[in-house]
């Protein structure tokens, strides 16, 4: 990659993030910490207003837009077989919103790269066994409540068909073993427990912070899963 692609690349990134440490623009980019700093540098010089906060890492200064992203035709390819993948993987919810925002970048595309992208979509198949029904529409919402650290309710059903009510604290969601899950601290067990999002009844966001204020995180959990796949 060169330098100034790298720039916008740097650019865009900080666009997409709050903030962005020097290490991730590294890592990201495969260059020295020396070179970030030289090119956060060229970035002010040119004009964008690059901060930086210690402990956080850099950010765009508020009010400040870069103009509209392009794409080319690899990245809109990449998108686009991200499609494919999105619909067989997860819920109504995600594919709708994801859907919208497909149209969105699509709209920015130019004419030859819109045709070339309608034809490739001619030619790319899923093909899954039926046990993949994701016949729910509840990812967003516990997306939703993930992030903003919210306490929800549900109404579940376990492998015995018994139907529980919980108050959960929901810290992530895993894919494993074929099937989404929920893995959040259950008030009702007073324990972290995992949840098969297709069994879930009914979500109500209560709208009411984590009461819990020392969660584990999801990586720390993971490595109880019962099974690596």
Request: hydrophobic share 40%; proline share 3%.
């Given at each position: 990659?060169?330098?100034?692609?790298?720039?916008?690349?740097?650019?865009?990134?900080?666009?997409?993030?709050?903030?962005?440490?020097?290490?991730?623009?590294?890592?990201?980019?495969?260059?020295?910490?020396?070179?970030?700093?030289?090119?956060?540098?060229?970035?002010?010089?040119?004009?964008?207003?690059?901060?930086?906060?210690?402990?956080?890492?850099?950010?765009?200064?508020?009010?400040?837009?870069?103009?509209?992203?392009?794409?080319?035709?690899?990245?809109?390819?990449?998108?686009?077989?991200?499609?494919?993948?999105?619909?067989?993987?997860?819920?109504?919810?995600?594919?709708?919103?994801?859907?919208?925002?497909?149209?969105?970048?699509?709209?920015?595309?130019?004419?030859?790269?819109?045709?070339?992208?309608?034809?490739?979509?001619?030619?790319?198949?899923?093909?899954?066994p039926s046990c993949f029904n994701y016949n729910f529409n509840y990812l967003s919402a516990l997306q939703n409540a993930i992030s903003a650290?919210?306490?929800?309710?549900?109404?579940?059903?376990?492998?015995?068909?018994?139907?529980?009510?919980?108050?959960?604290?929901?810290?992530?969601?895993?894919?494993?073993?074929?099937?989404?899950?929920?893995?959040?601290?259950?008030?009702?067990?007073?324990?972290?427990?995992?949840?098969?999002?297709?069994?879930?009844?009914?979500?109500?966001?209560?709208?009411?912070?984590?009461?819990?204020?020392?969660?584990?995180?999801?990586?720390?959990?993971?490595?109880?899963?019962?099974?690596?796949?």
């Amino acid at each position: 990659m060169n330098r100034i692609d790298r720039l916008f690349g740097i650019s865009t990134l900080l666009q997409s993030r709050k903030y962005v440490t020097t290490e991730t623009i590294a890592q990201t980019f495969d260059i020295s910490i020396r070179t970030v700093y030289r090119d956060i540098r060229a970035l002010n010089e040119q004009g964008i207003p690059v901060g930086f906060e210690p402990n956080k890492g850099y950010f765009l200064a508020e009010g400040y837009f870069l103009q509209p992203v392009s794409f080319n035709t690899e990245e809109a390819n990449a998108l686009l077989l991200i499609e494919s993948l999105v619909s067989g993987f997860t819920d109504k919810s995600i594919q709708t919103y994801y859907a919208s925002a497909l149209n969105k970048i699509k709209a920015v595309l130019r004419s030859a790269q819109k045709e070339k992208l309608e034809a490739l979509n001619e030619n790319i198949r899923l093909q899954l066994p039926s046990c993949f029904n994701y016949n729910f529409n509840y990812l967003s919402a516990l997306q939703n409540a993930i992030s903003a650290k919210k306490i929800i309710d549900i109404d579940y059903r376990n492998s015995q068909d018994e139907i529980s009510r919980r108050e959960l604290e929901p810290i992530g969601l895993v894919f494993y073993a074929l099937n989404w899950h929920l893995i959040a601290w259950c008030h009702k067990r007073n324990e972290y427990r995992d949840f098969r999002v297709s069994r879930i009844q009914k979500i109500r966001n209560l709208d009411i912070p984590f009461r819990k204020t020392d969660h584990i995180t999801l990586n720390e959990y993971m490595e109880f899963l019962p099974v690596n796949y």
